[in-house]
Every structure is written in structure tokens, then in C-alpha cells.
């Protein structure tokens, strides 16, 4: 089981949730339109259509806040949804009755995961860039071609 999916329900059970879905993203980290993000996304607009109290789900679970949020229009999504959500790591629990300084500070995590993002793709590029300046193909070779090495170790 992978080590989040594990933290988190360690947490559930340990907090008394009741875990109703998991939702698993593997895009890339840049764009909108998550699969499973937007399942979930989803989920929650049903939930908060249901009249019962007892029985609306409106709770995510998440790791941490760059782990949630992959670009603004996720916390946007999310805002607009008016859930509770526990960030484990953090230790942090937001929702619609946060207090003011705790909604700014968490605004300020969500500008920094995407600066993260943001920084880690301009690295990406700029390593690519150089190795391709070397004269190194920048990863593997594609389907149907041979990793070889070249007269001077490239």
C-alpha cells in the first residue's frame, strides 16, 4: 500500500472517519483537470445536494497542502465547495469556519506548493536543455532505437 494511502487511514482510524472514497491522482502535477481530483470534485457536488446531515459526506483527507492542490483552480474548486479538510502532516484542519489568520496562512501554503511546481518544471527544462547541448539525448531512447554510448562517453 503506498505510504499515504497508509497515513491517512492510520489517521481515519485513529479520528474515528469512516473512509467512503480514495481518490488517487498520477498526472502531472502543472496541469488541471486531474482525474481522480476531479471524481472526487464530483463526489462532493452530489454530497452537499444531500439533505441529511448525518448521512453528507463532506471531509477530505489529504497528506499535505502541495499534495492537494497542484494550481490555483484546484483551491478555488475546493473552496467553492465549502469542505472540511484534515492535512495530516500539517497537523491542520480547515474548513468554512477557519479563522481568518488560518485561511491566510494556508492561502500562502497553497501559492507556495505552486511556486514548487513552477520551480521544479523550469529545473526539468533547464537540465533537459543542457544535456541536449552536451549532445546527450535527454532520456532514454524512444521505442525502436538504441541506448548507445558515443566515442566520448555520450
Request: aromatic share 8%.
Amino acid at each position: 500500500m503506498p505510504a499515504q494511502q497508509k497515513l491517512l487511514r492510520k489517521y481515519a482510524g485513529e479520528n474515528g472517519i469512516a473512509i467512503v472514497e480514495e481518490y488517487i491522482d498520477v498526472e502531472t502535477a502543472k496541469a488541471a483537470g486531474r482525474t481522480g481530483f476531479n471524481d472526487m470534485v464530483e463526489f462532493f457536488e452530489k454530497q452537499a445536494k444531500i439533505k441529511d446531515d448525518d448521512r453528507r459526506c463532506n471531509t477530505i483527507l489529504v497528506e499535505k497542502t502541495d499534495r492537494l492542490y497542484r494550481n490555483l483552480k484546484d483551491y478555488v474548486t475546493l473552496d467553492e465547495l465549502g469542505v472540511i479538510i484534515h492535512f495530516v502532516k500539517e497537523n491542520f484542519v480547515l474548513s468554512p469556519d477557519s479563522h481568518t489568520s488560518e485561511l491566510f496562512m494556508h492561502g500562502i501554503k497553497v501559492l507556495m506548493a505552486r511556486q514548487y511546481v513552477d520551480n521544479l518544471s523550469e529545473e526539468v527544462k533547464k537540465g533537459m536543455l543542457e544535456k541536449a547541448e552536451q549532445g546527450i539525448w535527454p532520456s532514454k531512447a524512444p521505442l525502436g532505437y538504441l541506448n548507445v554510448e558515443g566515442p566520448n562517453k555520450k
